[in-house]
């Protein structure tokens, strides 16, 4: 798996990209069982593609529960379907996958492709190969080919999220933007706790299809779903955030704090009657003199 990062001419925004391990354990952050984790940073796409119709992407987000009484719910993200029912995978199969991986590493494709292609012969109910076949397609300039494994190991099994983050990067570098949104979208509606996914997309929305109010709640579910590790996705975040204007955030909505009881309405006290006026006594001098 490696990861792969862009400069934003307009952000400080980074494209990270997953490049799995086929058979190997997926980790957004650090090295599955064959893989290894680089960073790279290819050059900034030199025409922005057009706007891709938005459609609704909360489906695809976590969401943080609240209790009753307003206390944060514990989050269990789901289990990588991928790796929920795992299938037993000879041992000799995986010596196979580790050996072509490392001629991979060394960058000796012709042998590590010869070596990938008979596993799909010996193994022919196992998709990382094929997922390794395409990278190296797409590393020797043959995107038709690429395309065409990275399908296929989704044909056998449509549960490897390892092969639609490999597709999708594969569509975005050949500039079929909306064919990668698609993508990352259907790999979050299969596995919606997927941060490398959420992150990728976001990045699309981002930096290659100048969406950034539709990329930052992408960008909050990373940084939610990996716990705040990673500070530059962080930074990232507060960065979309200014240019969206958008602070309430996607993930994280408490409960409105309850009001507080007002006392019980006390009776008004009661007010005395007024008192009657005192009639004039005759014989008192309080009117004019009588006339005599």
């Known amino acids: 798996m490696a990861m792969v990062s ?3 001419v307009r952000t400080a925004g980074v494209l ?14 650090g090295t599955g069982e064959t893989g ?7 050059a900034e796409p030199a025409v922005v593609a057009a706007v891709v119709p938005v459609t609704d992407t909360s489906a695809t987000l976590p969401v943080q529960e609240y209790s009753a009484d307003g206390k944060k719910v514990a989050y269990v993200a789901a289990p990588n379907p991928y790796l929920a029912a795992p299938s037993e995978v000879p041992p000799a199969a995986v010596a196979a996958f580790r050996t072509a991986s490392q001629l991979m590493a060394d960058e000796k494709y012709r042998d590590a492709r010869k070596a990938f292609w008979a596993m ?11 997922v390794k076949l395409g990278e190296i397609a797409d590393l ?5 080919r690429a395309e065409k494994a990275f399908r296929k190991a989704l044909e056998i099994n449509p549960e490897n999220v390892n092969a639609y983050m490999a597709l999708a990067l594969h569509q975005r570098r050949k500039g079929d933007f ?6 990352y979208l259907t790999a979050l509606g299969l596995w919606k706790d997927f941060p490398g996914a959420h992150l990728n997309l976001a ?14 709640p992408h960008y909050e579910a990373y940084d939610f779903l990996t716990g705040g590790n990673d500070p530059k996705v962080g930074n990232w975040l507060i960065e979309v955030r200014r240019r969206t204007g958008i602070e309430t955030s996607f993930i994280d909505n408490p409960p409105p704090a309850p009001e507080p009881e007002l006392a019980p309405e006390q009776p008004a006290a009661e007010q005395p009657a007024a008192e009657e006026p005192v009639a004039a006594e ?6 004019p003199a009588e006339q005599g």
Do not use: F, H, K
Not at 178 to 183: H, L, P
């Open 6 to 8: 862009v400069n934003s």
């Open 16 to 29: 990270a990209v997953l490049l799995v391990s086929g058979c190997a354990t997926l980790m957004p952050q």
């Open 36 to 42: 290894q984790t680089t960073q790279t940073r290819p």
């Open 120 to 130: 799909t012969n010996d193994y022919p109910t196992l998709s990382g190969p094929w």
């Open 140 to 144: 020797r300039e043959d995107p038709e």
């Open 178 to 183: 909306a064919g990668a949104r698609e993508t």
């Open 203 to 216: 990045i699309l929305y981002d930096l290659y299809l100048n969406q950034p109010e539709q990329a930052q």
């Open 282 to 287: 005759a014989g008192t001098n309080s009117g």
